[in-house]
């Protein structure tokens, strides 16, 4: 079944918020990643992953437990001051800013320098 009718006023404007903010937080993913890799002198995958040779990035981009299973110890030690965050950790935090400044202190990105 095919639609010839454009979509509504609403529902375009719906998905371009969405798409606007998926490329938002690849830029937070993208920063926590460079951020990452400068803290830990690029130690990010544990010796099997390098073995393996999974890409450092993916430990960003894929789920929590691919990403834990190949992080290097240093890489979840940084984790725990900087947590890894979700795109949907991402939204609610765009759209229910939690109080004094939790994920400001809790993910410490500048957007300024994201930009």
Do not use: C
Not at 14 to 31: C, G, I, M, N, P
Not at 39 to 45: K, M, P, R, V
């Amino acid at each position: 079944m095919s639609r010839n009718r454009p979509l509504s006023p609403i529902l375009r404007d719906a998905f371009a918020e969405q798409k606007r903010l998926r490329d938002e937080f690849s830029l937070v993913r993208t920063q926590s990643y460079l951020d990452a890799e400068a803290a830990t002198n690029g130690a990010l995958l544990n010796p099997e992953a390098i073995r393996r040779g999974i890409d450092p990035l993916t430990l960003f981009t894929s789920n929590r437990y691919y990403a834990r299973r190949w992080a290097s110890e240093e890489l979840l030690e940084w984790w725990e001051t900087h947590p890894r965050m979700s795109f949907p950790e991402y939204e609610r935090q765009v759209y229910e800013p939690a109080p004094d400044g939790y994920y400001e202190q809790a993910y410490d990105f500048d957007q300024e320098a994201l930009i």
